[in-house]
């Protein structure tokens, strides 16, 4: 008897599965980026109590647009946060990660001003670093390492902000350093021009040193005085206090945050690079940008098991080159799958930030919990009624029904109400 040949299904079923597939994930990805707003829950403060609430916003058809890599001016960028989310909502972003290098100043207004549009805003940040498997001082390539997190922000901020600092401050003796070298080179940049371009309080970079260039007119734009001067090989660069990268992937996971290799094609040893940041707990890597997918790395994030990201690393310039905020469209799957895994993680971070806020309702822990929220004046506030208000709103606008009725949650509400009562 001849074998029967397996029939193969057909294209038509394909077609109608990878659609159900799809309007599944495109129906998860739009109730969390745009959730129906919550009834209101604060009561210490009438006049501040609508700053809980979240910008109402309606449900509508068609895609949801994240943009996942952006920077304002609080590094360097050239919009302000506000101004940055107003472009954003122009070109229909509806879900905006804030990635500034080393720092998260810019978020709270951007959030503030997210609200407007009834966007939301993915706290994170852009964190330089540097590959270098020995480990010897001094030597390695420059690496950066994207974070992203949930609205409450990071759990344990003071170890992610002591070395965001530590960073900071080695951009300040990294661009004294720059230019030392420009000034043997004949290109003397003052330092006071610099630091007026970079803006009060924020860290100078590269950037800001090229932009100094180009006014004082010593070349004809930014990417000539990199391609020139200031690239990773070139004769002006210097490093920083960059930690190794792997310490950096291990610090984001600790303090409950998702992360991601950025621009992986700028390095000379991506596989290397990879795979040592994916011992150490990379979640994801950047494969797209506004031209579409980068040859070889949708291989690479396979092999590896991670996320494929991408965003438009957006910065303001005004260059006819430079990719518009938003114009890198994340396909509906790989934003569902990047919340899926997301979502637990920041569940967890929140989890362990309310807890530690229990243990302790002061003012200052619920300036913490409510940095990257809309309310801004807690004087007003009792710590622990309001704190019981800050539980129930994190909850009803980052929190599945399974997530609600988690025993942990609950045990921070009655220690909450213990005190409320107590005192």
């Known amino acids: 008897m001849g074998s029967k040949k397996k029939s193969k299904p057909s294209r038509s079923k394909k077609k109608a599965r990878t659609s159900a597939d799809q309007a599944l994930a495109l129906d998860y990805v739009r109730a969390w980026a745009q959730p129906a707003p919550p009834p209101p829950e604060p009561s210490a403060a009438d006049a501040d109590a609508d700053d809980f609430l979240p910008a109402p916003g309606a449900r509508s058809g068609g895609d949801v647009l994240f943009e996942l890599h952006s920077h304002s001016n609080h590094s360097d960028g050239f919009l302000s946060p506000s101004a940055l989310v107003e472009r954003a909502h122009r070109n229909g972003v509806k879900v905006l990660a804030l990635t500034d290098h080393d720092t998260m100043a810019g978020i709270p207004e951007a959030v503030s001003a997210a609200s407007k549009f009834g966007m939301r805003i ?16 001094g030597a390695g390539e420059p690496v950066h390492i994207l974070a992203y997190y949930g609205t409450c922000g990071p759990s344990r901020p003071d170890e992610l902000y002591s070395m965001l600092l530590n960073i900071r401050d080695g951009r300040y003796l990294r661009a004294k350093n720059m230019l030392a070298k420009l000034n043997r080179l004949k290109v003397p940049i003052k330092w006071e021009h610099l630091t007026k371009i970079a803006g009060e309080g924020v860290a100078p970079g590269r950037l800001h040193v090229a ?15 990199f391609n020139k001067y200031l690239a990773d090989d070139g004769p002006a660069y ?4 960059e930690p190794f990268a792997e310490t950096v992937a291990q ?9 991601a290799l950025a621009h992986p094609w700028s390095l000379k040893n991506p596989d290397a690079i990879i795979r040592s940041l994916k011992g150490a707990g990379l979640n994801g890597m950047e494969i797209y940008r506004s031209d579409g997918k980068v040859d070889g790395f949708s291989e690479l994030a396979e092999k590896y098991g991670l996320l494929k990201l991408g965003g438009s690393d957006f910065h303001g310039r005004g260059r006819k080159d430079e990719s518009d905020i938003g114009t890198v469209k994340l396909a509906i799957t790989t934003l569902c799958c990047f919340l899926k895994m997301a979502r637990p993680i920041w569940s967890a971070a929140m989890k362990d930030i309310l807890l530690k806020f229990a243990e302790d309702p002061s003012s200052a822990n619920l300036r913490n919990i409510l940095k990257f929220g ?4 807690v004087d007003g506030f009792s710590p622990i009624s309001a704190g019981i208000d800050v539980v129930n709103f994190c909850l009803s606008s980052w929190s599945s029904n399974d997530e609600l009725e988690d025993v942990e949650l609950e045990e921070v509400r009655l220690k909450l109400a213990h005190y409320a009562t107590e005192r």
């Open 122 to 137: 993915i706290p994170g940040v852009e964190i330089s670093a540097l590959y270098n498997p020995r480990e010897v001082a």
């Open 211 to 225: 932009r100094a260039m180009v006014e004082a007119g010593y070349v004809e734009n930014v990417r000539q005085a």
């Open 238 to 241: 210097a490093r920083g206090s």
């Open 251 to 259: 610090l984001i996971s600790r303090t409950g945050g998702i992360s």
């Open 374 to 377: 809309r309310l801004t004046n």
